[in-house]
C-alpha cells in the first residue's frame, strides 16, 4: 500500500486506525477493496481508501463527469472508479420530490408547505420518503433541503425553503437531513449562503454585519450540520463581495471550523470562479452542466505546481469518501442503471404521504362564523378559477426551476382541486358547478346562484426570477422550462365580486409564499394551500369538510402592504451597483413589524383550528448549561378534535438589542376534545445569547418567556433572570 501526503490530522488518524486494526481485505467484482470492510469506522475506510488513490484518481473525484443529464437523467454526476470499489455519485433536485429528467417519482409539497406542518416528526418522514424514491431512482445526492432566508418576500425561490424564521427553518431542515441519510441519500444544505434573491443571483453581493450572519442567516445551516448533513452547496451569489463558493470565512471559518462540518462543500451549478483560491479557501467540488474547468486539469496542474497543496486535495477527497461511508453509500449501493431511471419510484405510500403532509401545512386564515368544515349535506358548491381545473397546465402543484418534480410517463397525474372538491362533495350530496373566473360576471352568477363559493387563487414563482409583486394581478402567470413569466390578472377583481354575490365565500391560495388580499375582509374563509403536491384537490377538500383538523402555521409574515416590508428599499432588495444591503440587520420577517409595531395581515405563525385551545400554568425553571425549561398545559376546549403548536418566544433584556420577540422553541400537540397535555419545551444556552463582539454573549437581566399560538397571540407570559 502507498503513503499519500495526508493532512497531519487525517494521517495520524490514519495511522492510529491502521495499527488497531486488522482490515480484512474484501473482494468487489475480483477486485481486492480492503476499505469494503465494514468494521472500521468512515475516517478509517476513507484513508485507507484515500491512501491507495492516484492524483488522477483524486482529480477525478472533484468534478463533474459528464454533461447534464447524460447519465440516470442525473443533474450531476462523478463517475464511480471500479479498481476501487468507488461507487458513482449520482445527484439530483430536490426539496419537494425528485425531479431533474426522472420519471414516475412523487411530487410531494413544496418545502414552505413542510415548514407550515411546524412539525419535525413528520419532517423526518419526508426525508425518508424522498430519500427512498432518490435511491430507487440510482440518486445518492440529493441536493436537497434549501436553507435561505424569507427575507424578500418576492424570492422567486422562496417556495424551495423554510420560511423567515432561522429556529423553525434549522428544525425543519435538520429532521429532512436525518430521514433523507436513512435511506443512504447524502443530503445537501443549499445555497450557502444568504441566496436570498433571484434578482441578479449570479453577481449581487449579500451585505452583511457579522452579528446579523451569526444570528439570522446561518443558524439553519448549523442546526442541519448538527443533524450530520453530508453536503453544503456554496451559492452563485457574493457575500460581503466575495463569491460564497472561494470565501474562506463562510467554508472555512464558520462551516468546517466553527461548525465542525466533516462532510464536502460542493458549488452550485457553475458557480466556481477559480482554481486556486476556491481550492485554498474550502471549496471541495465543482459542479456544473459541463465538465470544469476549474477543479479539471487546471486543479491537477495547480497541485502539481504546489499552488494548491496536496493535503489541500487530500482533505478534499477524504471529505468526500468519508461521507459516502459514513451514509452507507458504499455498503448500500443504488439499483443499476437502466432500471433505475426507468423504474417507478412511486408507490401508494408514497402517494398518500404526499396526501398527509399537504394536509398538515394548509393553513387556515379566516372562518367567519364558523363557515368551515362543510359540513351540512345537499350543498350547492360553486368551485372558482383556473387554478382549481387548470393546476397540472400551470404547474401551482409545485414551483419551478431545479426543484420542479415533472409529470410524465406513466405518473398519474395531478388532483386538481375541482376533482378533489367534486369527488369529495359527492359524499355529503352536494352539487358542485366550475367557472373559470375568466368572466368574472359568468363566476358572480355561479357564486349568487350556490350557497357556497370557493375560489383559487394563485401565483407563480421559481428558479431565475424574483415575482414582480406580492399583488396576485401581478404574480400570475406560466412557468415552462425557461423559468415564470408574469402576465396581468384579475384574481383580487374576481374575488372581491365574488364575496360581493355570496358572502359564503373562501379563497384557497396556492402561493409560494405571502401575498396581499385587499379583498380579505370581505371573505368568510381564508385557506393558504401552498403548493400542495400532486395531492393537491385531495388535501384542500379533506380541509374544507373537515376530514382533517387545520394545524398549519405560517413560516412567513403575510403583510397588508408593499410598503411595509422591511427590504422595501432599493439599496436593501434588489441592490444598488451590485449590492444588496442588508440594514434592515436583525429585522427580518416578524422580527421587523414587532420592532416597527407595523401590523401585518397574518402573524408569523398564525393558523386556526376548526377547535380551540386553552394555555395554563406556565412555569419557567433554570436548567444546566445555561438554559431552561419551559412547562405548560394546552386544552382542547372545542367540540373537535385537532392539534395545536404552541410556540415559545424569548424577549431578551434591551441592553442585548435584540428584535422583541424570537422564536425559540415549539411543539405540536394533538388533543382530543376536552383533553389536556402538558407540554415541556427546553430551552439551551443559545437561545439567551446574542453575537458580540467576542461571539455568543449572555447579556445579565430578565428575559420575558412568551408562550402563545402565534407571535401575535401570546397567551402566557413569564420571566426568568440570567447571569452574563
Ligand atoms: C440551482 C441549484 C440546483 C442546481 C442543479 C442550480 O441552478 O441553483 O439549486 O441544485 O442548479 O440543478
Known amino acids: 500500500m502507498k503513503l499519500v501526503r495526508l493532512p497531519a490530522l487525517i494521517l495520524s488518524a490514519f495511522v492510529v486506525a491502521m495499527s488497531v486494526v486488522t482490515v480484512a481485505p474484501s473482494?468487489?467484482?475480483?477486485?481486492?477493496?480492503?476499505?469494503?470492510?465494514?468494521?472500521?469506522?468512515?475516517?478509517?475506510?476513507?484513508?485507507?481508501?484515500?491512501?491507495?488513490?492516484?492524483?488522477?484518481?483524486?482529480?477525478?473525484?472533484?468534478?463533474?463527469?459528464?454533461?447534464?443529464?447524460?447519465?440516470?437523467?442525473?443533474?450531476?454526476?462523478?463517475?464511480?472508479?471500479?479498481?476501487?470499489?468507488?461507487?458513482?455519485?449520482?445527484?439530483?433536485?430536490?426539496?419537494?420530490?425528485?425531479?431533474?429528467?426522472?420519471?414516475?417519482?412523487?411530487?410531494?409539497?413544496?418545502?414552505?408547505?413542510?415548514?407550515?406542518?411546524?412539525?419535525?416528526?413528520?419532517?423526518?418522514?419526508?426525508?425518508?420518503?424522498?430519500?427512498?424514491?432518490?435511491?430507487?431512482?440510482?440518486?445518492?445526492?440529493?441536493?436537497?433541503?434549501?436553507?435561505?432566508?424569507?427575507?424578500?418576500?418576492?424570492?422567486?425561490?422562496?417556495?424551495?425553503?423554510?420560511?423567515?424564521?432561522?429556529?423553525?427553518?434549522?428544525?425543519?431542515?435538520?429532521?429532512?437531513?436525518?430521514?433523507?441519510?436513512?435511506?443512504?441519500?447524502?443530503?445537501?444544505?443549499?445555497?450557502?449562503?444568504?441566496?436570498?434573491?433571484?434578482?441578479?443571483?449570479?453577481?449581487?453581493?449579500?451585505?452583511?454585519?457579522?452579528?446579523?450572519?451569526?444570528?439570522?442567516?446561518?443558524?439553519?445551516?448549523?442546526?442541519?450540520?448538527?443533524?450530520?448533513?453530508?453536503?453544503?452547496?456554496?451559492?452563485?451569489?457574493?457575500?460581503?463581495?466575495?463569491?460564497?463558493?472561494?470565501?474562506?470565512?463562510?467554508?472555512?471559518?464558520?462551516?468546517?471550523?466553527?461548525?465542525?462540518?466533516?462532510?464536502?462543500?460542493?458549488?452550485?451549478?457553475?458557480?466556481?470562479?477559480s482554481t486556486v483560491q476556491s481550492a485554498n479557501n474550502g471549496l471541495d467540488m465543482e459542479m456544473g452542466s459541463t465538465v470544469g474547468p476549474y477543479f479539471t486539469g487546471a486543479l491537477k496542474t495547480a497541485v502539481q505546481h504546489g499552488e494548491v497543496p496536496r493535503a489541500r486535495l487530500d482533505d478534499m477527497v477524504f471529505r468526500i469518501l468519508r461521507t459516502m461511508f459514513r451514509v452507507g453509500l458504499f455498503d448500500h449501493p443504488t439499483p443499476a442503471e437502466p432500471s433505475a431511471s426507468h423504474a417507478n419510484a412511486e408507490t401508494t405510500g408514497e402517494i398518500q404521504f404526499a396526501r398527509t403532509i399537504a394536509e398538515q401545512g394548509i393553513v387556515l386564515l379566516k372562518d367567519r362564523g364558523g363557515l368551515l368544515p362543510l359540513t351540512g349535506t345537499g350543498q350547492s358548491i360553486a368551485v372558482i378559477g383556473e387554478a382549481a381545473s387548470g393546476a397540472g397546465a400551470l404547474k401551482i402543484y409545485n414551483g419551478a426551476g431545479s426543484a420542479h418534480v415533472p409529470l410524465f410517463g406513466s405518473k398519474s397525474d395531478v388532483v386538481t382541486g375541482l376533482t378533489g372538491i367534486t369527488q369529495r362533495g359527492a359524499t355529503n350530496d352536494d352539487s358542485v358547478t366550475y367557472s373559470s373566473g375568466r368572466s368574472i360576471p359568468a363566476a358572480v352568477s355561479a357564486a349568487a346562484a350556490a350557497d357556497?363559493?370557493?375560489?383559487?387563487?394563485?401565483?407563480?414563482?421559481?428558479?431565475?426570477?424574483?415575482?414582480?409583486?406580492?399583488?396576485?394581478?401581478?404574480?400570475?402567470?406560466?412557468?415552462?422550462?425557461?423559468?415564470?413569466?408574469?402576465?396581468?390578472?384579475?384574481?383580487?377583481?374576481?374575488?372581491a365580486a365574488v364575496a360581493a354575490a355570496n358572502p359564503d365565500t373562501v379563497v384557497v391560495l396556492n402561493t409560494g409564499g405571502p401575498v396581499l388580499m385587499p379583498w380579505a375582509g370581505k371573505v368568510s374563509g381564508i385557506v393558504e394551500a401552498w403548493y400542495p403536491g400532486e395531492q393537491m384537490g385531495k388535501a384542500i377538500a379533506r380541509v374544507l369538510f373537515g376530514d382533517v383538523d387545520p394545524s398549519g402555521k405560517l413560516p412567513e409574515t403575510f403583510p397588508r402592504k408593499m410598503a411595509d416590508l422591511p427590504t422595501r428599499t432599493a439599496a436593501r432588495y434588489p441592490g444598488v451597483n451590485g449590492h444588496a444591503t442588508y440594514s434592515e440587520g436583525l429585522l427580518v420577517g416578524y422580527r421587523w413589524y414587532d420592532q416597527k409595531q407595523i401590523t401585518p395581515l397574518y402573524c408569523f405563525g398564525d393558523g386556526l383550528s376548526y377547535t380551540t385551545f386553552d394555555y395554563s400554568g406556565l412555569k419557567v425553571i433554570k436548567a444546566s448549561g445555561g438554559g431552561a425549561t419551559v412547562s405548560f398545559s394546552v386544552t382542547n376546549s372545542g367540540k373537535r378534535s385537532g392539534a395545536e403548536v404552541p410556540q415559545v418566544y424569548v424577549a431578551f433584556p434591551s441592553a442585548a438589542g435584540e428584535p422583541p420577540l424570537q422564536l425559540k422553541g415549539f411543539d405540536k400537540v394533538s388533543l382530543a376534545p376536552g383533553e389536556t397535555r402538558k407540554v415541556t419545551i427546553g430551552l439551551d444556552s443559545r437561545a439567551f445569547s446574542y453575537w458580540g463582539a467576542s461571539g455568543w454573549t449572555v447579556t445579565a437581566g430578565k428575559y420575558g418567556i412568551n408562550v402563545g399560538s402565534s407571535s401575535c397571540d401570546i397567551r402566557l407570559q413569564g420571566q426568568i433572570t440570567m447571569a452574563g
Open 27 to 273: 473482494t468487489v467484482a475480483g477486485v481486492s477493496c480492503p476499505w469494503m470492510d465494514t468494521s472500521h469506522t468512515a475516517a478509517q475506510r476513507a484513508n485507507s481508501l484515500l491512501s491507495a488513490m492516484s492524483l488522477d484518481d483524486e482529480i477525478a473525484m472533484v468534478h463533474n463527469s459528464d454533461d447534464k443529464w447524460s447519465y440516470y437523467g442525473a443533474v450531476g454526476h462523478i463517475a464511480g472508479n471500479a479498481r476501487l470499489c468507488i461507487p458513482d455519485l449520482v445527484m439530483n433536485n430536490a426539496g419537494q420530490g425528485v425531479g431533474g429528467k426522472q420519471v414516475d417519482t412523487t411530487a410531494f409539497p413544496a418545502p414552505i408547505a413542510q415548514a407550515a406542518t411546524w412539525d419535525p416528526t413528520l419532517e423526518e418522514d419526508f426525508g425518508a420518503h424522498l430519500g427512498k424514491e432518490a435511491w430507487k431512482k440510482g440518486t445518492n445526492v440529493l441536493l436537497a433541503p434549501g436553507l435561505d432566508t424569507g427575507r424578500v418576500p418576492m424570492n422567486g425561490r422562496n417556495f424551495e425553503y423554510f420560511g423567515e424564521d432561522p429556529y423553525l427553518a434549522g428544525v425543519t431542515a435538520a429532521a429532512e437531513v436525518t430521514g433523507l441519510q436513512s435511506q443512504h441519500v447524502i443530503a445537501t444544505l443549499k445555497h450557502y449562503l444568504m441566496n436570498d434573491q433571484e434578482t441578479n443571483r449570479t453577481t449581487v453581493s449579500a451585505d452583511v454585519s457579522e452579528r446579523v450572519m451569526q444570528e439570522i442567516y446561518l443558524p439553519g445551516f448549523q442546526a442541519a450540520v448538527d443533524a450530520g448533513a453530508g453536503s453544503v452547496m456554496c451559492s452563485y451569489n457574493k457575500v460581503n463581495g466575495i463569491y460564497a463558493c472561494q470565501a474562506t470565512k463562510i467554508l472555512t471559518n464558520d462551516l468546517k471550523d466553527a461548525f465542525g462540518f466533516s462532510g464536502f462543500v460542493m458549488s452550485d451549478w457553475r458557480a466556481t470562479h
Open 452 to 495: 357556497v363559493a370557493i375560489v383559487f387563487a394563485y401565483d407563480v414563482s421559481g428558479e431565475g426570477v424574483d415575482l414582480p409583486s406580492l399583488d396576485l394581478d401581478q404574480a400570475s402567470g406560466s412557468c415552462g422550462k425557461g423559468g415564470c413569466t408574469y402576465q396581468a390578472s384579475r384574481q383580487n377583481e374576481l374575488i
